[in-house]
């Protein structure tokens, strides 16, 4: 599977670790940055994740911040991404099964590094289920999506 990952300053620990542990565990992995904890701001790396996915250069993406939430709040803003904040084992697997969320967020600050690995494994081997109700609530997520884009919202 084809993993792009990417923190701001106060997820560049984490990310660091698991850009190898990923590499080492058999994924694609794409790091997109930050590459030192020198101040940057999450939107852009946010942005750097979404257009990996868009552009079909990752089938999944973690962002790592301070809280997840800043990273969570800018990769929704883009069409096709749909992020969510994990900080436990079932929301990890559970986004990807029943919301078929393709973007993970941590929080540095909020969890330890054995959490967010277990968090992260768990989201990278879940699978959308296909389930009736969990395809038709996507196909109504989409379908917000899109009027929304239409209207310019």
């Known amino acids: 599977m084809k993993v792009a990952i990417a923190s701001d300053h106060a997820g560049f620990h984490f990310k660091s ?3 190898v542990e990923l590499f080492e565990a058999g994924y694609d992995v794409t790091d997109l940055g930050t590459d030192s904890e020198m101040p940057t701001d999450y939107p852009d790396h946010a942005a750097d994740i979404a257009k990996a996915l868009i552009d079909g250069k990752a089938e999944r993406g973690i962002l790592i911040c301070g809280s997840g939430v800043g990273v969570g709040v800018a990769a929704n803003k883009f069409k096709g991404i749909r992020a969510g904040v994990c900080h436990d084992h079932y929301s990890a697997h559970q986004c990807v099964e029943h919301d078929d969320v393709n973007v ?28 009736p109700r969990h395809q038709r609530r996507l196909d109504k997520i989409l379908s917000i999506e899109n009027k929304n884009m239409k209207q310019g919202g």
């Open 104 to 131: 993970l967020c941590l929080g540095e600050r909020v969890i330890g590094i054995e959490l967010a690995r277990e968090i992260i494994f768990s989201f990278l081997q879940a699978k959308f289920s296909h389930e």
């Open 17 to 19: 670790i698991f850009v």
